[in-house]
């Protein structure tokens, strides 16, 4: 099983998780049905902030949107 990336940050609006710092400073670029989301992406890069997945380990699944991580607080 491989472990996915844990995500660095996150939308407070939709929960798209992010890789990079740029969501951050920009905001949330997901299209949704009505236009980018624009919600404000927060730092989410402590061990913490994340759970892995227990349907699949890490290694993505739909229960954690191909994630592999949960968010531990919203
Ligand atoms: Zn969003
Ligand atoms: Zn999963």
């Not at 996915?4 to 992010?18: S, V």
């Not at 920009?26 to 009505?34: K, M």
Request: aromatic share 6%; proline share 9%.
């Amino acid at each position: 099983m491989t472990e996915k990336k844990q995500p660095i940050a996150r939308c407070l609006t939709c929960g798209t998780p992010y890789y990079s710092l740029a969501p951050v400073i920009d905001g949330c670029v997901t299209q949704t049905v009505s236009g980018r989301c624009d919600g404000e992406v927060v730092i989410r890069w402590n061990n913490d902030d994340w759970i892995i997945c227990p349907h699949c380990d890490g290694s993505g699944c739909p229960h954690c949107d191909d994630i592999g991580w949960l968010p531990a607080r919203p």
